[in-house]
């Protein structure tokens, strides 16, 4: 989350359960709201791999629960990012690493 901030992302959430998933953090800068799925793996190309269909599903589902909750945030722009963690590696920040189907 450090990282992120000094993006000059700011948190909304951190491990945001809801619907049968869990969204690691929601994160806002300027009109953007990420839901950010954080990955570690030895290997950062392996943590990428890690989100599966599966586990987008369930992104997906706690997104949407989110998003019941926080009217505000529909007319701003929404993505599905990752930031991966890997040993000896600054963490990775991909931008729209999976897809939202809201």
Do not use: C
């Amino acid at each position: 989350m450090f990282a992120m901030i000094l993006k000059g992302y700011r948190p909304l959430a951190v491990r945001y359960q809801g619907w049968g998933g869990e969204i690691d953090l929601i994160m806002r800068r300027g009109k953007t709201i990420l839901f950010i799925e954080v990955k570690a793996r030895i290997h950062p190309d392996s943590a990428l791999l890690a989100i599966h269909a599966d586990k987008i599903r369930k992104l997906n589902q706690a997104i949407q629960h989110w998003l019941m909750r926080h009217d505000w945030a529909h007319p701003l722009t929404l993505r599905g990012d990752a930031v991966l963690v890997s040993p000896w590696h600054w963490p990775r920040h991909v931008k729209d690493a999976f897809t939202l189907t809201l």
